[in-house]
């Protein structure tokens, strides 16, 4: 059964077993408890992800200080596709790998890129199905709004 936008409202975020893209280490759920999380699924192939790496990098480093930490899951199979369009575009902010995709499972993921806003109570509050650039501002104002909370 996949989750609709409504039914993850309030949810739990669940938190699942991802590594490191740069170090190959587990990420450590725990250092994010008090942050609000920008999660991102995507894809070497997800052509609006072009767009969005941009936007999460200039929210990364406009937002880190008010707590927001920016979490790019990539779904390749093969390592090989992330790391060439990370050398494309670059990314400013915390990149894990989920090749078997169970976290994107887990978060019943249905589009690319698919992104997933939890609040520092780690409950998932907002849920975006792709891309488009004319979009951005209204995703960083909800990000802003869960920020001042």
Request: proline share 4%.
């Amino acid at each position: 059964m996949s989750l609709g936008r409504a039914d993850w409202s309030g949810q739990s975020a669940p938190k699942c077993d991802l590594t490191h893209m740069n170090d190959g280490q587990s990420l450590d759920w725990t250092l994010l408890e008090g942050k609000v999380v920008y999660l991102d699924f995507w894809a070497s192939w997800c052509i609006p992800c072009v767009q969005s790496f941009p936007f999460m990098t200039q929210m990364q480093r406009e937002l880190k200080e008010q707590g927001l930490v920016v979490i790019a899951v990539n779904v390749d199979e093969e390592r090989k596709d992330a790391e060439e369009f990370l050398s494309r575009y670059p990314a400013g902010f915390i990149v894990v790998s989920d090749p078997q995709q169970a976290c994107a499972q887990t978060y019943a993921v249905k589009a690319m890129p698919s992104s997933y806003v939890i609040d520092r109570q780690g409950k998932i509050r907002d849920v975006h199905l792709g891309f488009r650039r004319g979009e951005s501002q209204q995703f960083r104002t909800i990000v802003e709004r869960i920020l001042a909370e």
